[in-house]
């Protein structure tokens, strides 16, 4: 994923520094996450929540096209793990993080407010850790997917825009862990 990131973003500002004007950038964040973990213990199963949360943000370049279309590159984080206490004093820390290219399309409203859809590919990865007494190694696992984006944007003066969107990309799945990464964000996105 990380390879992924590493090439589609200077990819995509070497193309915008020959035209600064069409090229854009965002920062966007999301309530924290809400998890759980289901413990099976003999014929029991128990459903426990977090301890620990981290909070979801997200990196986004892009390079307009046209005045109605774009393409986009971004990444998704979490600063900080949800954290899960466990039985016999183990504790598991779970990081997710997703990469996406995508395809924009705009359809302004007024010289204000603008919708938004995306669509392309995502790359996801889940990182599980356990610590305690002997844990088990941690656990990567991934996933590539579909993206899909809808969203609305408000002009606050010209080359800035507050937008809040609701991002979707295929849950990660590994050995009874799911990850479900889709939100809802409030950004900034700055065009130049």
């Given at each position: ?92 820390k ?19 407010w603008?919708?938004?859809?995306k ?66 964000a ?7």
């Amino acid at each position: 994923m990380k390879k992924f990131v590493c090439l589609a973003l200077p990819m995509l500002a070497a193309s915008a520094l020959a035209h600064a004007e069409d090229f854009y950038l965002g920062a966007n964040l999301s309530s924290a996450t809400r998890g759980n973990i289901q413990i099976v213990d003999g014929a029991t199963k128990v459903e426990q929540g977090q301890s620990k949360k981290g909070l979801p943000y997200g990196l986004y370049a892009g390079y307009a096209l046209s005045k109605d279309w774009a393409v986009e590159a971004g990444y998704r984080g979490e600063a900080g793990a949800a954290t899960f206490n466990l039985p016999q004093n183990y504790q598991m820390k779970m990081h997710t993080s997703a990469a996406y290219l995508a395809a924009r399309g705009n359809w302004a409203l007024n010289e204000d407010w603008t919708l938004f859809g995306k669509i392309g590919i995502a790359r996801g990865e889940a990182k599980a850790e356990i610590s305690g007494k002997n844990p088990p190694p941690a656990e990567k696992f991934s996933r590539t997917g579909a993206y899909l984006s809808v969203g609305a944007a408000y002009q606050v003066a010209k080359g800035v825009a507050l937008d809040v969107q609701l991002e979707h990309t295929d849950k990660l799945k590994r050995d009874g862990l799911v990850a479900n990464m889709d939100r809802i964000a409030l950004g900034v996105k700055l065009d130049f």
